[in-house]
């Protein structure tokens, strides 16, 4: 069973300070990975994706992945109020043949206090 | 662009009745996926297709059908509706060039009673 698992949360920051959504996998062969933000009574919006290990970074987001410990972040550095969500971290084992399905994570409840 | 598109938003429906949740794309992608999202259980697939004519069964397939006809729809079918069927359903698609995001519809809000 393939699984990915994040904290639910709720994670609290104030507003300006640095979110950091956590998210570790099992398969140890996985190849992509992906953040979706999700609000509240909304469809996930893709927001970052990252293939390499390293950091990715796209304006205030920036995505972590360290294949080694099989652990991928994602740091929102000075957090707003409208970050508020819940973010979901995906899996692509990327294993070959024709397996495009995702693996997701049951999210992270992110809240920005003003 | 209208990406995906699912049709009704949502929907209240008797027990043991049937209902269709159409979903339509306009990516050309040839993968396309059915989820359903209940509260503290996460996105949990339902069936996929990875390309026109073919689908598969994913984590949570019992109860509901689809087909693949063309490129661009990717209909969901529940034949005989029951309570726990109450969910948010979302379609979602994606490329299959190797680890291509999936793309979400806006979803489909079911109620069974």
């Known amino acids: 069973q393939k699984e990915v698992e994040q904290n639910s949360g709720p994670l609290s920051v104030p507003e300006g300070a640095i979110a950091s959504l956590n998210c570790t996998y099992s398969d140890r062969g996985s190849q992509s990975f992906f953040w979706y933000r999700q609000y509240s009574g909304k469809s996930p919006e893709l927001i970052m994706f990252i293939y390499s290990n390293g950091d990715k970074e796209d304006g205030r987001f920036t995505a972590q992945l360290n294949k080694a410990s099989q652990y991928v972040s994602l740091l929102i550095r000075d957090s707003q109020p409208s970050d508020s969500a819940t973010y979901l971290c995906?899996?692509?084992?990327?294993?070959?043949?024709?397996?495009?399905?995702?693996?997701f994570g049951k999210g992270t409840l992110l809240t920005v206090n003003p | 662009t209208a990406g995906i598109t699912q049709a009704p938003t949502s929907q209240i429906l008797a027990a043991g009745r049937s209902m269709t949740l159409r979903c339509t794309q306009d990516m050309r992608h040839n993968a396309m996926y059915w989820y359903r999202q209940d509260l503290g259980l996460g996105l949990r697939l339902i069936h996929y297709s990875n390309t026109a004519g073919t689908t598969g069964k994913g984590e949570v397939p019992d109860g509901y059908s689809v087909s693949r006809a063309n490129t661009d729809d990717f209909p969901l079918t529940l034949a005989s509706a029951v309570p726990s069927q109450t969910s948010v359903y979302f379609c979602?698609?994606?490329?299959?060039?190797?680890?291509?995001?999936?793309?979400f519809g806006d979803g489909t809000r079911l109620s069974i009673l």
């Open positions: 979602a698609s994606s490329g299959t060039a190797g680890g291509q995001p999936q793309h």
């Open positions: 995906a899996v692509n084992p990327g294993s070959g043949g024709s397996n495009y399905k995702l693996t």
